[in-house]
Each structure stands twice: as structure tokens, then as C-alpha cells.
């Protein structure tokens, strides 16, 4: 999820250009002050149960995209490429770089019984800001310089020409080279007897396409990303331009928030299943969610681990937004997408693929 960070700053520091400006620590990600995060959906609400997406669709293990996958894009906004990276090797060191240096005294990848998330379970602040953050579901490591841009990340993510070559298909050339992706989510297996609930929500940003690849074999009930489908098509109108971060009107907020809890009440989300090298692609207005992960419950505890990319088109006018959402270098900086001035047209039902090469 994208949480804002909470930090102090001087209206000085905000409108002095941001190249020097110091780069928040991980530990600041607490404020949620994103009016849609500011009403999450409330518990009142029953959140139908995610059912494992296995369709394989014409073209899901090929590089090209087929009609059948830009239908099924367009209409329930996800695809799920099969085998895309094929490096399972690449993919055990990644699992095997995640342990080495998940700290002793938070997990030990030998004993699944230390893997549960519980409230009370920190890193230290020394380590919250060298290796990211923790939420209920598990432990993301993320950091401004450090996890979400090792050259050997990227190429096995965002940068590698296949994941590209989808992204073109989509989007149309030239696409931004990457500078990062967000992290390496993880998501812990939850206890018995522990009611575990999803959160919907929408992602507060200006990317054209993003993507979860999956890294470590995730069969049903294990956490897997969680998509409402054709979530995009409802809630793409509500934001103030169609890449904008921002809803600014109370009408199209409690539009967003009506369409967002209806939408959770009455489609069961799909629990995209799969395994190492699997790439998941969606639309950045769907509303999405990390998944439930029963694995210990069920008798073969695992921790899910995904890495979120995110993707634009290049050669637009693009800025940083630091007095409000992000991205930028304080807020949301481990998202690879910016605001771009080129973006003012209104979103409405016509414009939903205006741009795209599908
Ligand atoms: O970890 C996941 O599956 C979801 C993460 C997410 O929602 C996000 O990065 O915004
Ligand atoms: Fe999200």
C-alpha cells in the first residue's frame, strides 16, 4: 500500500528545488493521509473471500500479447504472463538475498513458527531504516538507495527485456527506463485463530501500467495479489485527471468510497496464483490487495514474496509532488512513476485507453 510518510517540513524546503533535499527514513511511512486511505474500508463492510485466478488465456506464455489477453486486459484489468523471467535460479538467490538479511531476531528462515506478523513484532529503528518496513501482512524491504534498485533486482523485474516488451505492447515505445522498483513485498503466514481481512485499496499514483512478478511459488491461500476485476473501469473517473494522485472534490470522494465498498461487497477478488517468473500486469486504478496467506494453516507455511514495478511512457514533462501525494523524494519515493504536466484531461468513460497501444 502506499502510505504517506509523515515529515516535518519548512514551507521553505518545499518550494526549494529538490535535488538536495534529505530522503526520508523508512521508519516515517505511518501518515495515511490520502483521503481514500483515511477511509478505509470499514469493517462493517463484508469483503468477499479471493478466488484463485488460474485461467490460462491464449498467449499467457508467450512474450506477444493476444487478443484474448488485451480483451481480458481492457474488460477486468490484469493479465497474468506465465514464465515470463525464466531464471529460477535468479529467483532462489533472490528468496536466499530476502533471508540473508531478514534480521535473527525478527524471522528465522529455519523455524516458520517466528514467520507471523504480530502488532507488538518491530525492527529496530536502526533496521527499519536500512531495510524498510513491516505491515500486518509481512515485511517489505524497501529502501531509498538500497532494496528496489540493485542492478541484479531490475534485471530479474522491471528491467528484463521480456517484462519491456509487455509493457511496449501496452503502453507504445518508448518506455521509461527503470530507476527502481518499489521493494521486495513479503507477505507471513497467519495464525490460527486470527481473523485475517484484505484491504482494498487503490494505488495514489501517476503510473500507465505496473506489475507484480512473482517471486517464490505461490500456490492458492498463500498470499497471492489480490485484483477486483473491471475495479478500473468504476473508479477511474473519480480521480482529478486521469494520472492525477489526487480526488479533490467531496462528491467524487464519496463516489470513489461508495464504488469502492460496493464493488468489495458484491465481486470476489482474483487471487492471482502462480509461480516464479509469473508476471502479473495491471491497471494502476484497479483495486487491488496483498493477499491471505493460510499456508500455515493449511500445514506448508510459506512467505509470498512479489516485486511491484511500476511503468510510464517516456518523453513527457514530468515533476516531482512533494506538497502533496507523490511520488516524489520524500513522498512516495519508491514509487518509479511521476506526475506529468501533460496530464489535465478529465477522466470520463471515452478516455479510459486513449493513449494506450491496445
Ligand atoms: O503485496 C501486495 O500483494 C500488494 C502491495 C500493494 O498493494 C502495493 O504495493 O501498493
Ligand atoms: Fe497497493
Known amino acids: 500500500m502506499n502510505l504517506k510518510p509523515e515529515v516535518q517540513v519548512s514551507p521553505k524546503e518545499l518550494t526549494e528545488p529538490t535535488q538536495d533535499t534529505p530522503i526520508p527514513s523508512p521508519t516515517n511511512y505511518s501518515g495515511r493521509t490520502h483521503p481514500i486511505y483515511q477511509h478505509p474500508v470499514s469493517e462493517k463492510v463484508q469483503i468477499l473471500e479471493p478466488v484463485p485466478y488460474e485461467d490460462r488465456l491464449v498467449g499467457s506464455d508467450q512474450v506477444e ?14 493479465i497474468v504472463k506465465r514464465g515470463l523471467i525464466d531464471d529460477q535460479k535468479g529467483f532462489d538467490r533472490l528468496v536466499d538475498y530476502y533471508w540473508e538479511h ?55 523485474s522491471a528491467s528484463h527485456p521480456n517484462v519491456r516488451r509487455v509493457v511496449e505492447q501496452f503502453i507504445g515505445k518508448p518506455v521509461r527506463p527503470t530507476k527502481r522498483v518499489r521493494g521486495l513485498y513479503g507477505v507471513s503466514p497467519t495464525p490460527t485463530g486470527i481473523p485475517m481481512r484484505l484491504s482494498p485499496h487503490a494505488d495514489v499514483i501517476p503510473a500507465d501500467i505496473s506489475a507484480m512478478v512473482i517471486v517464490t511459488e505461490t500456490p492458492p491461500r ?98 516531482d509532488d512533494d506538497e502533496q501525494y507523490g511520488p516524489g523524494k520524500r513522498e512516495q519515493w519508491w514509487v518509479d512513476a511521476h506526475n506529468f504536466t501533460e496530464d489535465n484531461e478529465v477522466p470520463t468513460s471515452d478516455n479510459l485507453w486513449s493513449g494506450w497501444n491496445i
Open 222 to 319: 498463500c498470499g497471492g495479489f489480490c485484483v477486483w476485476p473491471g475495479s478500473h473501469i468504476n473508479l477511474y473517473p473519480f480521480w482529478d485527471t486521469r494520472h492525477s494522485t489526487r480526488i479533490n472534490t467531496q462528491e467524487r470522494l464519496e463516489a470513489f468510497l461508495y464504488e469502492r465498498d460496493r464493488t468489495v461487497s458484491t465481486i470476489a477478488p482474483a487471487e492471482c496464483i502462480g509461480s516464479p517468473g509469473d508476471v502479473v500486469f495491471w491497471h494502476p486504478r484497479i483495486l487491488h490487495s496483498s493477499g491471505k496467506n493460510y499456508s500455515a494453516i493449511d500445514g506448508s507455511p510459506c512467505i509470498r514474496i512479489v516485486i511491484p514495478c511500476d511503468f510510464q511512457k517516456n518523453g513527457r514533462t514530468f515533476f
Open 102 to 156: 531478514m534480521p535473527a531476531y525478527f524471522m528465522d528462515r529455519d523455524d516458520s513458527m517466528t514467520w507471523f506478523m504480530r502488532a507488538d513484532k518491530k525492527l529496530t529503528v536502526e533496521d527499519s531504516q536500512f531495510l524498510g518496513r513491516t505491515s500486518s501482512a509481512g515485511l517489505k524491504f524497501q529502501s531509498p538507495t538500497r532494496f528496489g534498485t540493485e542492478p541484479y533486482v531490475l534485471a530479474l
Open 65 to 78: 500479447l493476444s487478443h484474448q489477453e488485451i480483451a481480458h486486459f481492457k474488460s477486468q484489468g490484469f
